[in-house]
Each structure stands twice: as C-alpha cells, then as structure tokens.
C-alpha cells in the first residue's frame, strides 16, 4: 500500500539520490585529482571528502522533503528556527568555522606543503619554520629550536608568508642524525 501511494515520489526519490551519488563520486574524483597534483596529504584529503559528503547529504534531505510534499512555508520555520539557534552557537565559536573554512581553501589553493621552510611576516610574533602538518584547523610548525607551534589557518592566510626552501623536512632529520621529524 505504501510502495502505490508513493510510487512517484520513490521514484523520484531514486533518481534525486543517484544523481546526488554519482556528483559526489565526480567530487570525490576531482579531490584526489586535486590532491595527487598538488601532492596533498592523504589526512586533508580524506577531510575534504567528508565535507563533501556531509553537504551532499544536507541537501538530499532538503530536497526529499520538496519531494514528499513538505511545504516551503513549513520548512522556512523548521530552517530559521534551526539557523538562529546555529546563528547563535557559531557566532560564539566564529574562530573556529574561519579555521575550517580557511582549511578547506587552503587545500584548494595553497603554495606551501609539508616540508617545506616558511617565514610568516607577523610583527608581533615573525616564525620561520617547518610545516610539519596541515589540519582542518591549523598548521604544525616547527621551529628551528625543535619546538613545535601550532598556527590558525585563518592566520597563515591573513599574514605575508615566504617560502624560504622546499621540502626542508629531510635537511633537518639528516642534520641532527635522526630520522624521525
């Protein structure tokens, strides 16, 4: 009885998440694409996909509702109802979401990879260092001292940044003997 009463909305239901599949395979493939030309750590990438998947799934469940017949009217109190409460939440921790956002273009546009030998223009506070690793919310730097700091995404992209030597990650590991970073 279900399967008759809805038969056109499954069907459409079917062809919404096939369509939504096979766009996230294609990202999914431009990703890694994206991340084997650019040398890209296999963390970030695998971050980036779940981003991805995330939003993807947002927007099924979106477009399912359109599909089994919810209103415009009833999904704008659900959705601002639910976007003041996250307004507020994420007005609070707004560092953290600039850290993401910054992480996710900085995937997708970034000069500098791990190992490489950086110089952060900062006046307050100027580092030259290693990038050890990139995170969803900030880098790894080590400093020439061997002490590790941890640098805001939003930061490094704020901030005047010089590449001072590519992958300088083996020089130190072969200067001080060992072979652990």
């Known amino acids: 009885m279900f399967f008759e009463t809805y038969k056109n909305e499954l069907i459409i239901s079917g062809i ?7 766009i996230r395979l294609i990202s999914y493939f431009t990703i890694t694409k994206v991340a084997k030309k ?9 971050l980036m996909k779940r981003y991805v998947t995330v939003s993807l799934l947002l927007l099924a469940v979106l477009i ?3 599909v089994f017949g919810a209103e415009f009217k009833d999904l ?4 601002s109802s639910v976007f003041a409460i996250l307004g507020i939440a994420l007005f609070a921790i707004w560092s ?6 910054s992480g996710i273009i900085m995937f997708f546009n970034f000069p500098y ?16 260092a290693i990038i050890e690793d990139i995170r969803a919310f900030q880098l790894h730097l080590k400093l020439e001292n061997g002490d590790l700091v941890t640098y805001p995404n939003n930061l490094m992209l704020q ?4 590449l ?11 200067d001080d003997g060992s072979d652990s970073v």
Do not use: M, W, Y
């Open 159 to 162: 901030k005047a940044v010089t």
């Open 164 to 174: 001072i030597q590519k992958d300088a990650i083996d020089d130190i590991s072969s």
């Open 64 to 66: 399912e509702a359109f």
């Open 38 to 46: 650019n040398n890209i750590n296999i963390a970030r990438v695998r």
């Open 113 to 128: 990879k791990v190992g490489d030998k950086i110089e952060i223009h900062d006046k307050d506070f100027p580092i030259k």
């Open 96 to 101: 953290i979401l600039s850290n993401v956002t």
């Open 76 to 79: 704008a109190v659900i959705f």
């Open 16 to 22: 919404i998440l096939a369509s939504l599949f096979i």
